[in-house]
């Protein structure tokens, strides 16, 4: 029997439109400019590789959480179609992106008594939200109720682990990460930091290497310290697909596992994260 409720993420998910189709999820797209002509875009307007491109090109990206008016239209056009709600969103801790939602289903939950809206922070980003979204469709389609779905959802989040590499530190200096001063004695020492996303859903930094092999496996070996039996592992890249690749074959080669899912990173994500990011998802004891 099909689900009496519609399941909604936003592309900060890095899955593919064509990926969550195939799951039944509905996605919003985040918008994003470059600074240098103010076109706004929708995440995933462009080509992958022509987006990298041209930030290796020096254009600038800029992002902005998806308005109430977007959530309004969206999540209204469900409803009045007498489907309830859960949506999944993109890390508090990032974006504004999860409060708009919230406000808007405390609004249309006052207009529409009758529906359940539940938003959920995933406190998750990139395909962390991804293997997020992807773990509630599995709950989904077991025959999990909107509200089982979303406490489970609620109380499976700090498992959700995240791990990420950056090719050049100038972008993570740009988005206030880093210091100017640290983005210049790390190029210079070919420092490669290894960054998660915190139980605030905040991307810190946690661990510092020399050189990317290093930063790849450090990555790997984080893996091995807490992965959970019962957990895929997402890993997404932004334009370095050898890189994912390996990371893939590290991860198999010493601890047994296999990656389920390789995805680029998008547009939104990408833009603060720069090319060559690398990141690794999986379920684990801990964040």
């Not at 890095?14 to 076109?39: A, C, S």
């Not at 530190?169 to 990460?177: D, E, Q, S, V």
């Not at 020399?210 to 592992?233: C, F, N, Q, V, Y």
Request: glycine share 8%; proline share 3%; aromatic share 8%.
């Amino acid at each position: 029997m099909a689900a009496s409720y519609v399941m909604i993420t936003d592309s900060a998910c890095d899955i593919l439109p064509e990926k969550l189709k195939e799951w039944d999820v509905e996605l919003i797209r985040l918008p994003y400019l470059f600074t240098d002509d103010g076109k706004e875009h929708l995440d995933q307007d462009q080509p992958m590789h022509e987006f990298y491109n041209e930030m290796r090109e020096g254009r600038v990206a800029k992002t902005s959480g998806i308005n109430e008016d977007t959530f309004q239209n969206t999540f209204t056009s469900f409803l009045e179609a007498g489907k309830d709600i859960l949506y999944l969103a993109f890390s508090s801790g990032l974006s504004v992106t999860c409060e708009n939602a919230k406000k808007v289903a405390a609004q249309l939950s006052e207009q529409y008594p009758d529906r359940r809206i539940r938003v959920v922070d995933s406190l998750c980003a990139s395909a962390g939200q991804g293997l997020f979204v992807y773990l509630a469709v599995k709950n989904r389609d077991k025959g999990m109720s909107l509200d089982e779905n979303a406490d489970a959802m609620e109380a499976d989040k700090l498992h959700l682990c995240h791990w990420f590499t950056v090719e050049d530190l100038k972008y993570l200096k740009r988005g206030g990460r880093i210091s100017a001063a640290t983005a210049l004695l790390g190029t210079a020492l070919n420092v490669k930091p290894v960054l998660h996303v915190d139980n605030e859903g905040h991307l810190i930094k946690m661990i510092q290497t020399h050189g990317r092999k290093k930063s790849i496996r450090k990555m790997a070996e984080k893996l091995g310290e807490t992965i959970l039996e019962d957990t895929p592992i997402f890993i997404s890249h932004g334009d370095c697909p050898e890189d994912a690749q390996l990371l893939a074959k590290i991860i198999r080669e010493e601890y047994g596992r296999e990656v389920e899912l390789i995805t680029l990173i998008g547009s939104v994500i990408g833009a603060h994260a720069g090319p060559g990011t690398l990141a690794l998802f999986f379920r684990g004891s801990e964040r």
